[in-house]
């Protein structure tokens, strides 16, 4: 580890090597093809592909439709400088950006209401609808069938230095600074507590929403960048070539897209332009070879099939894997001091009750108010009602079918009561949805581990404290992902609690279940929450790793109410404070764990009589 | 003469250890009651067996043939018919075209007829869409589906559950009737009382672990047991 | 104002292509709701039918002989693709499935444009079906008729496979719980093997049927996927039924607004896509899930 230095080129190494090649490599292409432009349209791809490689790459969208958004950009911008409305190119590339990105919007409101295969069937629907407008209705603006000639490069006139960007190394150098440019914007995306969320998104969406962050906003959101990546390279090709071609806005635009990615390595950043690299090459190549001829683009299609089967990480993906196999010591980051004072880590851990109006008439943490919810004609939760007071541990339990889970699925906010009233410190949050629930200070820990697998422990818990301290959406793309020191300290608080400091830096799917049970229970606590559902944290464990979590169950009761659903009678009799029974959806009983053991009503509910006939 | 031997299984969900060295055995002609609170292990047990998981270790042997390794579909060909908990009926299948996939892999299916004889409310239901029946009546088509298979073994897995006190009546006694034609069953039940009913022998499980192995009476006469694993 | 005559034609129009569409888009339901697939290679196996009935009627005067090699050509092509690479992909995310299968479509439109050009096909009509039939208000031609003809018995036949046979039963109670079959006895993997097969054919047949009516070219089938798409998304995934009305629907639609302003009739069903994604996101007849 080499301290702050060595820290801070390691942030700015792939900047650095790729500003070198930008600088370096096109007179690889001047001097043995004869021409950098096929550099320069590996890089336009390259543009087009930073952009899609953040929303397929980074948070599993694939969408086979982004000719429609790279069109978009590229037709408004040639349209207003050949008609003569814009004389400005910049401006003109500008509003071509923006264009594209007010139609992804439209596009993504729609589109980002399904996930998966019905994402890809919308998006590639999309892509051509656009294509058909470009070629029929709109015609007498896009040139229809024939696009747009005659499209100017823009130029730099300061004082009297006149640089225009017109000819091959011009061209070269314009697209090159911009790719320079967004591959730097896509990096600070990436480091980002943006880009955190945004894997997180791909690896367990209802988790990530669960933890505060408005997955809906941010699949948007990423949307939206891809799009202005698009309609800037769609821009740029006019520009190029001098010619905007209708074929953009086509499948074969966006299906090349999609497969120059996955070549290359999709989460890569320049996996599409290696793709592309690759793709425009072979097809060069391929093509002169009198025995394939015409049979290149069957070729390229066996290549990425056998690259999809065999190497689904792509090129670079695989130079990476292999990079890290070789010895990559886990970096400890920014702020990792652990509190050792016992006062200061509880305070960290204390209930954060921020947010909350603290002058609010609430003695009550959590009121349920006679609440009802019915699946089909069956009552599964039927006129419940709850009162806690700060501070207590209360538990649930009930035979099977007795309605706990949904019960306790109600209270979590994750679905809408039928009837009655959940009042959390005095607000009503019967109708909220998880995103807010969190935010509120209610967080849950699920009976099946809900984790990102593929993320460290210390990334997993960072998902976590992130939601509480940024809100539902904040779009901080300047700033690094550990770059809150309240939450770095919340995290080490928190893996220290856990007992998971040592294995903090390991990716999570690596690590046994015991380690995984605790972080599912460190992501509920990460927000600091007032209110605590814990729906059954002994599930699954050993004797001894039972002790270790009623311990952390009982230190962590300071300030917070938790409820607790749980099958270990033992366990439920020794923490809890006070019991509910539920019986085929209603309260049975209420009390002490004393009133509940001897109460004959329960014991009937339970053993369904002592006797039998 | 045993029909089923289980000999310390240990089965995961995904790394989760659920089951700690369970063994037991069902003989032929015997009712066997599976005990124990939520989540002690009751329905992985029967899911164990029917090959909906496999155990990481531990031999199962069903007849006399080692089954922990084979798929669901060819152990419920053995004759080793599981009746899930969540009853999962075909909603989008009529009541009689339920019957008829359960019957198109056995070899000799009981008749139809026969079927209708033991739950005559599904002679009346044959033609409606599997969506539209009652929770009684659901119970009763996911039993119907496993007897027209003629299996050697029924796992009843919480069959009375959610159900009116009258249908669970009417279903005990359609049990009843089974267990006298010498059908051999296992069955996981909540409802202890209703289970004990049926059964010759038990087994209880508390977190994962045999803690009780014996006749029915036994059981009855330790109230320690019955209230530690059982009750509150 | 369209006259009856033109509004009538064009609502024939409708029927024809949606009829060929629902055909086309069972297949590609039936293969997503059973398998989980979403079969990119589903135009051009459109496609290859439309190329075996060029191959076929340049030498054979016979429609039936067209069928019946465009369904085995399909068939073989269906099972070789299930059997040598989707089968490999049961486990893997659907994203990797969809793009090995939209890697496939790409190999087979390039393997025919090698072998026969990018130039359009002609393929002719058959005897029985050149000319014009009159329909009382207005007049039609015969093949198109008979185009409605021949899909509605392939359809009724389709569903006759999945309402009234064993096979059909299994395929049926699989899509909704494949574990559930297991459990009775059957083993649900080796049947949709056979899904997708039938699901292939269906495209390959429609394709056959179609090769006299418009231009066979190596990328026909790639509107013919988008529609797909679309019908798929207002009918509901996995639904049969879904299939045959969104079909006829999306077909309708086409046919119709060109009455209008042909410029806007591809715009006018993405529209309703829009409106159907809006209002009711699990389409006409889909069930909830397969997100």
């Known amino acids: 580890m080499g301290g702050s230095h060595g820290r801070r080129l390691k942030r700015w190494l792939p900047e650095l090597s790729l500003a070198i090649a930008l600088v370096i490599l096109p007179f690889g292409f001047d001097t043995w093809l004869g021409s950098v432009d096929l550099f320069t349209r590996i890089l336009i791809w390259g543009i087009f592909g930073l952009g899609f490689d953040l929303l397929f790459g980074r948070t599993g969208l694939l969408s086979f439709g982004q000719g429609a958004f790279y069109g978009t950009g590229g037709f408004v911008t040639a349209y207003l400088v050949t008609s003569g409305r814009m004389d400005n190119v910049w401006l003109a590339l500008a509003a071509g950006v923006a264009a594209a990105a007010l139609f992804s919007v439209f596009v993504g409101l729609l589109a980002l209401r399904r996930v998966g295969i019905y994402f890809a069937m919308i998006t590639l629907a999309f892509g051509e609808l656009s294509y058909f407008l470009e070629n029929s209705p709109l015609s007498q603006w896009t040139g229809g069938e024939n696009g747009l000639p005659g499209v100017p490069a823009p130029s730099i006139r300061i004082g009297g230095f006149d640089y225009s960007f017109a000819g091959s190394w011009p061209s070269y150098q314009l697209v090159a600074g911009f790719y320079f440019l967004g591959f730097v914007f896509a990096r600070f995306v990436v480091l980002s507590p943006v880009g955190s969320v945004l894997t997180a998104i791909q690896q367990n969406p209802q988790r990530t929403a669960a933890l505060g962050h408005d997955v809906g906003a941010y699949k948007l959101t990423v949307f939206v960048l891809a799009a202005v990546f698009a309609g800037c390279g769609g821009a740029l090709l006019g520009i190029f070539q001098s010619y905007m071609p209708p074929d953009a806005f086509g499948l074969d635009t966006s299906g090349q897209l999609v497969i120059q990615t996955v070549i290359g390595g999709a989460g890569t950043l320049i996996g599409p332009a290696v793709g592309a690299a690759i793709w425009l090459t072979l097809r060069d190549l391929l093509q002169q070879v009198p025995a394939i001829g015409d049979l290149w683009k069957f070729i390229l299609g066996l290549v990425f099939v056998l690259l999809v089967t065999f190497m689904p990480n792509g090129v670079v993906g695989k130079i990476i894997l292999v990079w890290f196999r070789f010895g990559r010591r886990p970096q400890a980051a920014i702020g990792t001091e652990r509190p050792r004072d016992v006062t200061a880590r509880e305070a960290l851990l204390a209930p954060l009750l921020m947010g909350i109006a603290p002058n609010l008439p609430a003695r009550l943490a959590l009121d349920v108010r006679d609440i009802s919810k019915a699946y089909g004609g069956i009552q599964a939760v039927d006129g419940v009602s709850l009162a806690l007071p700060e501070g207590r541990l209360h538990a649930i339990i009930g035979p099977n079918g007795a309605g706990k889970s949904t019960f306790l699925r109600l209270l979590a906010c994750e679905e809408t009561p039928d009837s009655g009233e959940i009042l959390l410190h005095g607000i009503d949050v019967a109708a909220a949805d998880v995103t807010a629930a969190y935010q509120y200070g209610l967080a849950k820990s699920y009976q099946i581990n809900q984790l990102f697998p593929q993320l460290t422990m210390r990334q997993n818990l960072r998902i976590g404290a992130l939601g509480r301290h940024r809100g539902r959406l904040r779009l901080d793309i300047f700033r690094p992902a550990d770059g809150f020191a309240k939450v770095e300290h919340i995290v080490a608080a928190l893996l220290e609690e856990l007992g998971l400091t040592e294995c903090a830096d390991l990716v999570v799917s690596t690590l046994p279940y015991g380690e995984k049970r605790r972080l599912e229970l460190g992501l509920a606590l990460a927000s600091q929450p007032s209110v605590l559902l814990l729906d059954e944290p002994l599930a699954g464990l050993s004797p001894v790793e039972r002790e270790g979590v009623k311990q952390l169950i009982r230190n962590l009761r300071k300030g917070r109410t938790i409820i607790l659903v749980e099958h270990d009678m033992d366990a439920v009799f020794e923490l809890a404070e006070r019991i509910t029974v539920l019986h085929e959806g209603r309260k049975l009983a209420e009390g002490t764990p004393n009133e509940i053991s001897g109460d004959p009503l329960v014991k009937q509910a339970y053993l369904g009589g002592m006797t039998v006939p | ?232 | 104002m369209p006259t009856l005559p033109q509004f009538l034609s064009q609502a024939f129009n409708g029927i024809a292509l949606g009829s060929l569409l629902a055909l086309i888009a069972s297949g590609l339901s039936i293969i997503l709701g059973t398998l989980g697939v979403l079969n990119f290679a589903h135009g051009a196996m459109f496609m290859l039918g439309a190329y075996t009935a060029f191959v076929v009627l340049g030498h054979w005067d016979s429609f039936a002989i067209a069928l019946a090699l465009g369904a085995l050509v399909l068939v073989l092509v269906g099972f070789a693709t299930e059997r040598g690479l989707i089968r490999f992909y049961y486990s893997r995310p659907k994203e990797d499935q969809i793009l090995v299968t939209f890697g496939l479509g790409i190999m087979m439109v390039e393997a025919v444009r090698y072998v026969f050009g990018s130039l359009s096909q002609p393929v002719p009509l058959p005897s029985w079906g050149q000319g014009i039939v009159n329909l009382g208000f207005f007049i039609y031609p015969l093949y198109r008729v008979e185009v409605i003809g021949i899909v509605a018995v392939l359809l009724f036949t389709f569903y006759l496979l999945l309402y009234r046979t064993r096979i059909g039963l299994v395929v049926r109670a699989g899509i909704e719980d494949p574990l559930m079959v297991e459990l009775l006895g059957t083993h649900v993997r080796r049947v949709f093997m056979v899904v997708f097969t039938i699901g292939a054919m269906a495209a390959g047949i429609a394709g056959v049927i179609y090769a006299p009516l418009a231009a066979v070219i190596p990328n026909m089938g790639e509107p013919f996927l988008v529609q797909c798409f679309v019908v798929v998304v207002i009918g509901g995934l996995g639904s049969f039924p879904g299939a045959v009305v969104g079909g006829i629907v999306v077909g309708e639609i086409l046919s119709l607004t060109t009455l209008f302003d042909p410029a806007y009739s591809q715009a006018a069903i993405y529209a309703v896509m829009a409106l159907v994604l809006i209002v009711r996101p699990r389409g006409l007849f889909g069930t909830m899930g397969r997100a």
């Open chain 2, 1 to 232: 003469m045993s029909m089923i031997e289980i000999e310390r299984i240990n089965t995961y969900y995904g790394d989760s250890h659920v089951l700690f060295d369970i063994s037991m055995v069902v003989h032929e002609c015997e009712v066997v009651a599976l005990l124990g609170r939520n989540g002690a292990g009751k329905s992985t047990t029967l899911k164990t067996l029917a090959g909906v998981l496999h155990p990481r270790s531990g031999t199962i042997r069903f007849e006399g043939q080692s089954i922990e390794l084979l798929p669901s579909h060819k152990i419920a060909g053995l004759g080793l018919q599981l009746v899930p908990e969540e009853r999962r009926i075909f909603g989008g299948l009529t009541v009689e075209e339920n019957l008829d996939l359960a019957a198109l892999s056995a070899p000799a299916p009981l008749p139809l007829a026969d079927i209708f004889a033991i739950f005559p409310r599904l002679r009346e239901r044959r033609g409606s869409y599997g969506r539209s029946l009652s929770g009684g009546e659901q119970q009763m088509l996911t039993i119907a589906r496993a007897l027209i298979r003629r299996p050697r073994l029924i796992l009843l897995d919480e069959p009375f559950e959610g159900l009116a006190v009258i249908i669970v009546q009417n279903l005990l006694e359609v049990c009843r009737q089974l267990v006298a034609q010498g059908q051999t069953i296992v069955i996981v039940e909540q409802n202890v009382r209703a289970a004990l009913g049926l059964a010759s022998r038990a087994y209880v499980l508390n977190n994962g672990h045999v803690v009780f192995e014996g006749t029915t009476e036994a059981l009855q006469a330790s109230p320690d047991v019955m209230n530690r694993y059982l009750g509150v």
